[in-house]
Nanobody, 116 residues
Framework: QVQLVEAGGGLVQAGGSLRLSCAASGRTISSYKMGWFRQAPGKEREFVAQ???????TYANSVKGRFAISRDNAKNTVYLQMNSLKPEDTAVYYCAATQTGNYNYWGQGTQVTVSS
């Protein structure tokens, strides 16, 4: 099994940037598809971004062009670079992983708050 720990969340002004990291242990992430999800208060959890085994990435339309997901297999870490942040981006961000299709491994989450 793989364990996931997120870091890098915090308070930022609208228009600012944050870089989230997801450090994996127990297994090498090279064998996993990795993703980021977020959940705002009172809202459903939503997909943000994912990166596949070969390095291809997909994004939710709401973050396309502003966020970028990447992975560093040598460091066993996946990142989410968030630029041009908006108040609507405020949420708890979760790292997730799967070796197949549906995500079945989750981190504890890190809070991102964007002030206007």
């Amino acid at each position: 099994q793989v364990q996931l720990v997120e870091a890098g969340g915090g308070l930022v002004q609208a228009g600012g940037s944050l870089r989230l990291s997801c450090a994996a242990s127990g297994r090498t992430i090279s064998s996993y598809k990795m993703g980021w999800f977020r959940q705002a208060p009172g809202k459903e959890r939503e997909f943000v971004a994912q990166i596949t085994w070969g390095g291809g990435s997909t994004y939710a339309n709401s973050v396309k062009g502003r966020f970028a997901i990447s992975r560093d297999n040598a460091k066993n870490t996946v990142y989410l670079q968030m630029n041009s942040l908006k108040p609507e981006d405020t949420a708890v961000y979760y790292c997730a992983a799967t070796q197949t299709g549906n995500y079945n491994y989750w981190g504890q989450g890190t809070q991102v708050t964007v002030s206007s």
